[in-house]
């Protein structure tokens, strides 16, 4: 009975395809953007963890000055750190290490290439405490990354604008007129979920940086690595008080520095795109509910189309719970059809959204029978007004209906 009233539900669908389709249009737009939304939305936060990890792990990041984002304020004095600030925070016993570091912008040249690039002058501990990997070549010693000596290493990007994809070890790129030798390649990290291209970079010995140059031995950030098993606030308290006494700042008074967590800043970010992504879904999931009173509505219509189908179907000895499920499997049919083409919809849609924005595509199947068994439930809804009142009809009234 139930394969037969399906039967009849399809058969009906099918003998007003447009109708139908518009019907369940709303359905298939809701659907879609639900699955779109979240699936986008997941992808972006795997993408912004992805790219605060590999910034490093454990990582504490020191500035000069109070803010820590965004141009001082108007009177605020920034002093910069020095690389004896560095040298006592790698005493700390909570500090595994450490990675003073000071940057220019420059134009680098190879042959007949050149790059508008950062360099970043540094010590040896750069590439551990930021996550990085060598894939080509060796990091600095450490006597050359606190030596003046010139060496270079490059990431991805800059090797592809000055050598291609040829072997960068043992050429050597002009920056500021001077001859610097390629000693490492890093291994590419990509984009930050700033945008920034982490691999558009140049690592150079921060004393040969800061001499020849920047001209002045201004460290613009710290950056390190907690010990292992010490907790960041604690860490944060021992180098704040450390580097209170080492910049003479009295009792009472403001800090001129700034401590920043990674994982703190992983996790507002984190929390943010999960609110917009809930936001955003939110939105969307009114389509669903604008599709099911669309669905009503048609069923409404159809009822009174085939108020005399009906009461021959009573007439002849019909019961009214049958004519109820014809009416609700029709809805039914069409929200579930709705769904399915939702889903496939939705799911094209993050694709094309995931390789624009170049975050990952990461369809969950939770979400996609979350959005089915919805799009079912609209039909069950929306569809058991309609079919209530077709089961009610009086069979001599029905007949008499034109």
Not at 381 to 400: M, S
Request: glycine letters at 10%; aromatic letters at 4%; charged letters at 15%.
């Amino acid at each position: 009975m139930l394969w037969e009233t399906l039967r009849l539900a399809v058969r009906t669908i099918r003998r007003n395809v447009l109708r139908s389709f518009l019907t369940v249009l709303g359905v298939v737009i809701g659907v879609a953007a639900v699955i779109a939304m979240l699936t986008v939305g997941q992808g972006s936060s795997q993408q912004v963890s992805a790219s605060v990890q590999s910034l490093g792990s454990n990582v504490l990041v020191l500035r000069p000055g109070k803010r820590t984002m965004g141009p001082p304020t108007q009177g605020e004095t920034t002093r910069a750190f020095t690389l004896r600030d560095a040298d006592a925070l790698a005493e700390l016993p909570v500090v595994a290490a450490v990675a003073p570091s000071t940057s220019a912008s420059v134009t680098a040249v190879a042959g007949n290439a050149n790059l508008t690039t950062t360099v970043t002058g540094t010590t040896a501990g750069y590439v551990p405490v930021g996550g990085w990997t060598m894939a080509i070549g060796r990091n600095f010693s450490e006597t050359e990354g606190r030596s003046g000596v010139l060496y270079c290493i490059i990431g991805e990007t800059v090797r592809e604008k000055l050598f291609g994809r040829a072997d960068p070890v043992g050429q050597s790129i002009r920056v500021k007129g001077l001859s610097c030798e390629v000693i490492g390649l890093l291994s590419p990290k990509g984009a930050t979920s700033f945008g920034r291209d982490q691999d558009d970079t140049i690592l150079m010995p921060i004393r040969a940086v800061q001499r020849r140059m920047t001209g002045n031995d201004d460290v613009g950030s710290i950056s390190l690595t907690l010990a292992e098993g010490v907790s960041s606030a604690s860490a944060q308290r021992e180098i704040a008080a450390l580097m209170r006494e080492r910049r003479r700042i009295a009792e009472g008074q403001d800090d001129n520095f700034s401590i920043t967590d990674m994982k703190e800043i992983a996790s507002m970010l984190t929390g943010i795109n999960a609110v917009l992504t809930g936001l955003l879904s939110s939105v969307a999931a009114v389509s669903l509910l604008v599709g099911g009173i669309g669905i009503m509505n048609i069923m409404l219509v159809s009822v009174t189309e085939r108020t005399r189908e009906i009461g021959i179907r009573l007439a002849i000895g019909a019961q009214s719970g049958q004519v109820l499920m014809q009416f609700l499997i029709e809805a039914v049919v069409l929200s579930v059809l709705g769904g399915v083409i939702g889903i496939a919809t939705g799911l094209a849609m993050a694709y094309v959204a995931a390789q624009v924005m170049a975050i990952p595509f990461t369809p969950q199947i939770g979400v996609v029978l979350l959005a089915f068994g919805f799009s079912a439930l609209v039909g069950v809804v929306f569809g058991y007004f309609p079919a209530r009142r077709a089961a009610r009809l009086d069979p001599i009234e029905a007949l008499r209906h034109q």
